[in-house]
């Protein structure tokens, strides 16, 4: 069958039309849905073996692994079929059939959520003589990394009915979230707005980033301030909301006799303040390079004064493109050279194979993600564009969390396939690294580098500079809560606009909407999380460098990285890969590429 056009894609079809090999196979999982309903009974009836061992975990080292063991095996089943079902989900979304599967699937997995919350309460009371001990027997090595992350927490673990207590506050502490959500994605209008066409579309918080990337700057400017005004008619009860965030982080820290929320947020990866203030101070100290390119941009856009909506539409509209889905394959492939003969094949066969969904259908989940699990196939959704060349960064960038996915499944057991949030973005932005720099190298049109380096820029500046303003942000607000300040709409908005003068520049017109930017940004309702983004980019950055410039070493150190999952903590992976995130070297080093990027965009386009 001939590759869809843009025009065909335009009709989507129904996800029974879509041919079988533009679709995943997700057989790897279950081969159907009947033998899910199977597994699904047994998972359902093996819950209630968790009161078999409750109460005795601390009668010998044999009782804890057996009780692990289970555990482990139930959550490794609960893993296969939350994944079928997901998938399945997204595949149409519409369909009420797998829209039951997941709420049958949710509702029995918080059952034995419940059933297992005595486990880690249990380790916990283990005295810490019996535990070091345990920690020597012979039958507990497989998992004794999992017991000390366990152990780790008990400083900051309290009694059972303080424990039971704040459980039961769990509902009540989601609330500032879920006003949120419900607020700025059910609630709030924000009207129509005519696009370059003449058409009238609604501006959501969906449309308004597409609107943000017109090339007609009218657009643009109408969709920014129409936006805003919604989010200044509900000012102050999103600010409530926010601080409200705010305040439950700081009440659990508090609670849990951590020193402050920034350090229980680091504390489950194992990560030292000094890298998250690293990351601060470092990018700060190269913003003016930031503000080189925002002149740039600027000038080459043909602005008097550059505002936030001038900020995301491509200074060159973005450049012929058209590759069909298998051109685009080897493209990636090509590109991923340098990991290697295994690496390679092994995800030429999954793309060119059944690993991926790739085209849009009706009622398919938008946008794309990859989705591993320890039993199946690294899937991949895509809703692939053969005319736009962002498309081939995405593919690479999902096809290097599959990857990930498929090595530290195949190297490590069950309790340490799973890699944190922490290292997540390092394999994907590698990904993209080695993709820009195979195309830079295999093109001679002026415009064609010059759109590949300016979308390096934006990476750039919207994962690095951007995120690390939000985790300022974040920290600063936390701060203020800490030390008695009050957070009002007053605060918030001198707090932000303070950030805004300094990552933006004296030359930059702020709009005074956009002091409310810090009250539509669902990530701060999961505080000191953004900082990841940043620091995964700026080591996929150096990594990827390492392994360019050739050797077997780095290479190895590099798969090792992929293969090791959570068997280690984030740091010392990153370490042992390759790169230092304790020290302010890798984001100087990311940055300094960005202030030379500039530079090499500027004479391109002078």
């Not at 109408?222 to 439950?248: C, M, P, V, W």
């Not at 990560?271 to 000038?299: A, G, I, M, W």
């Not at 199946?376 to 996915?405: C, Q, R």
């Not at 702020?510 to 002091?515: A, F, V």
């Amino acid at each position: 069958m001939a590759t869809p056009t843009d025009t065909d894609l335009h009709r989507l079809p129904d996800r029974h039309e879509v041919p079988e090999q533009d679709r995943w196979d997700l057989t790897s999982l279950y081969p159907s849905d009947e033998a899910w309903e199977e597994d699904f009974r047994r998972f359902e009836s093996q819950i209630e073996g968790y009161e078999q061992f409750r109460g005795r975990l601390a009668e010998s080292p044999q009782v804890l692994r057996e009780c692990l063991e289970f555990d482990l095996s139930l959550d490794r089943l609960a893993e296969r079929l939350g994944t079928y079902a997901f998938l399945k989900s997204a595949e149409d979304q519409a369909n009420p059939t797998y829209q039951a599967l997941v709420a049958r699937y949710q509702s029995v997995a918080v059952r034995a959520g419940q059933a297992a919350s005595y486990i880690r309460p249990e380790i916990l009371a283990i005295p810490e003589e019996t535990m070091r001990t345990f920690l020597e027997a012979p039958e507990l090595q497989p998992y004794r990394l999992l017991l000390e992350r366990i152990i780790r927490y008990r400083d900051h673990t309290l009694s059972d009915s303080e424990e039971r207590l704040l459980a039961m506050q769990g509902e009540m502490a989601s609330t500032p979230s879920k006003a949120f959500r419900q607020l700025s994605d059910a609630d709030l209008r924000f009207g129509y707005v005519e696009d370059q066409q003449g058409r009238k579309i609604e501006l959501t918080n969906a449309t308004f980033q597409q609107f943000l990337v017109s090339p007609d700057r009218d657009v643009r400017r109408r969709a920014f301030h129409q936006y805003y005004e919604q989010f200044d008619a509900h000012k102050n009860t999103l600010a409530a909301t926010l601080a409200g965030s705010i305040h439950t982080d700081v009440y659990y820290a508090r609670a849990r006799r951590y020193a402050s929320s920034l350090d229980a947020a680091l504390f489950p990866d194992n990560v030292p303040r000094s890298v998250y203030e690293n990351l601060l101070t470092t990018v700060r100290q190269h913003l003016p390079s930031v503000y080189k390119y925002f002149d740039l941009r600027r000038r080459k856009m043909g602005l008097d004064e550059i505002h936030h909506y001038d900020t995301y539409v491509p200074i060159l509209a973005d450049v012929e493109f058209n590759k069909s889905w298998d051109e685009a394959v080897d493209v990636v492939i090509a590109s991923l050279q340098p990991l290697g003969e295994e690496y390679c094949r092994t995800l030429a066969e999954g793309l060119r194979g059944r690993w991926c969904d790739r085209y849009p259908n009706r009622g398919k989940q938008s946008g794309a993600f990859s989705c591993g699990s320890f039993d199946g196939d690294p899937y991949i959704l895509m809703n692939y564009k053969p005319t736009v060349l962002n498309e081939l960064f995405t593919l690479t960038h999902e096809a290097g969390h599959s990857m990930h996915s498929f090595y530290s499944s195949r190297h490590q057991p069950y309790q340490y396939y799973n890699y944190t949030i922490f290292v997540a973005e390092v394999a994907s932005t590698f990904n993209e690294q080695l993709l820009t720099h195979y195309l830079l190298e295999h093109t001679d049109d002026p415009r064609l580098k010059a759109y590949l380096i300016g979308h390096e820029i934006d990476s750039i500046r919207a994962t690095i500079v951007r995120q690390t303003m939000f985790a300022e942000f974040e920290k600063l607000t936390h701060e203020m809560a800490e030390t008695g300040q009050p957070l009002t709409i007053e605060t918030f908005r001198q707090t932000y606009h303070k950030l805004l003068e300094d990552y933006f520049g004296p030359d930059f017109a702020l709009d005074p909407e956009l002091d409310l930017e810090c009250l539509r940004i669902p990530h701060f309702y999961r505080a000191f999380y953004v900082y990841k983004y940043a620091t995964g980019l700026a080591a996929a950055i150096a990594l990827s460098r390492r392994v360019l410039a050739g050797g077997r070493e780095a290479l190895e150190a590099y798969l090792g990285f992929l293969r090791g999952g959570c068997s280690q903590d984030p740091l010392d992976l990153l370490r042992d890969a390759g790169v230092d995130m304790t020290t302010p070297e890798p984001i100087d080093t990311a940055l300094t590429h960005f202030g030379q990027l500039v530079e090499q965009l500027e004479d391109l386009i002078a």
